[in-house]
Nanobody
Framework: QVQLVESGGGLVQDGGSLRLSCAASGSKFSFGALGWYRQAPGKQRELVATITGGGIANYAASVAGRFTISSDNAKNTVYLQMNRLKPEDTAVYYC?????????WGQGSQITVSS
């Protein structure tokens, strides 16, 4: 079965940086898109950033200019470099992939930004 293994979550101070990684494996289909959504307590899950196999990136307006998504297609791994983090970025971040007609989710990583 498809597995999405996340790493890189943790605690950081306001203005700091973190990098998330997500490695996808096990699909009989190519991974058409990889990225992250996030969900804060009491809030709906929202898109953070995604990237296609062709390198086309999509960012939420709230993170554009601060976060950068990149991928290693040979390893089916996606990275999210998060700079100038703010307390409002605090959430559980879920790795996401689209493979053929299916969507998959990682286990979630807690990102906490202290003020």
């Amino acid at each position: 079965q498809v597995q999405l293994v996340e790493s890189g979550g943790g605690l950081v101070q306001d203005g700091g940086s973190l990098r998330l990684s997500c490695a996808a494996s096990g699909s009989k289909f190519s991974f058409g898109a990889l990225g992250w959504y996030r969900q804060a307590p009491g809030k709906q899950r929202e898109l953070v950033a995604t990237i296609t196999g062709g390198g086309i990136a999509n960012y939420a307006a709230s993170v554009a200019g601060r976060f950068t998504i990149s991928s290693d297609n040979a390893k089916n791994t996606v990275y999210l470099q998060m700079n100038r983090l703010k307390p409002e970025d605090t959430a559980v971040y879920y790795c996401y992939c689209r493979a053929g007609p299916f969507d998959y989710w990682g286990q979630g990583s807690q990102i906490t930004v202290s003020s």
